[in-house]
């Protein structure tokens, strides 16, 4: 078992070899899980209110 310090140690060794996206490549990632988020939600809900008007227009 290896002790927690030799494991942080393990751990910062590992994070130095990761390759990390620029600010504008994460920024521009991040806008994009936004706006397709936001889309698909406007979709779902459009989708929502319609089968529930047509569940009330079947009950009535």
């Known amino acids: 078992?290896?002790?927690p310090i030799g494991y942080f140690k393990e751990v910062v060794r590992?994070?130095?070899k990761v390759s990390w996206s620029s600010r504008k490549q994460t920024v521009n990632k991040t806008m994009l899980v936004i706006a397709v988020s936001t889309l698909l939600a406007v979709y779902l809900g459009g989708l929502d209110l319609l089968f529930q008007k047509l569940t009330e227009v079947l009950i009535k």
């Open 1 to 3: 078992m290896v002790s």
């Open 14 to 16: 590992e994070l130095k």
